[in-house]
């Protein structure tokens, strides 16, 4: 194992988020995530808050955190038919993955009574 990763976001920010300001949105979630998130419905702040938690813990399990030069938009969420989540990385964050000697990264995703949570594993 190289590196691991968790964070949590609080739905209902990402709900009040969602009801006021396209341009978070649109600052850290991919053009896909957005369409995907869009997509939900009711249960859009519920996948707002796991895909943004999913990120963070990624780039914790890298060890750079928010602000340490990958762009969120670098870090893509991507959904099996199953519904089980995954990660396609472009820009910096596949070249610190590579740098890292990263052969594949788990990502488990889950919500429960307000808060969404995810964990990243580099392996």
């Known amino acids: 194992m190289i590196g691991?990763?968790?964070?949590?976001?609080?739905?209902?920010?990402?709900?009040?988020?969602l009801e006021s300001n396209d341009r978070f949105l649109e600052r850290f979630f991919t053009e896909g995530e957005q369409a995907y998130i869009r997509g939900r419905g009711k249960a859009a702040g519920q996948s707002m808050a796991a895909v943004f938690a999913a990120k963070e813990a990624l780039l914790?399990?890298?060890g750079?955190?928010?602000?340490?030069?990958?762009?969120?938009t670098e870090i893509h969420i991507e959904h099996a038919e199953s519904g089980q989540p995954h990660y396609?990385?472009?820009?910096?964050?596949?070249?610190?993955?590579?740098?890292?000697?990263g052969v594949?990264?788990?990502?488990?995703?889950?919500?429960?009574?307000?808060?969404?949570?995810?964990?990243?594993?580099?392996?």
């Open 4 to 17: 691991i990763g968790i964070d949590i976001c609080e739905i209902a920010r990402m709900e009040r988020i």
């Open 60 to 62: 914790k399990a890298m």
């Open 64 to 72: 750079t955190g928010f602000g340490g030069g990958i762009g969120l």
């Open 88 to 101: 396609v990385l472009a820009g910096a964050a596949k070249a610190k993955f590579d740098e890292l000697g």
């Open 104 to 123: 594949r990264v788990l990502l488990s995703i889950s919500h429960e009574v307000g808060v969404a949570a995810a964990v990243a594993v580099i392996e």
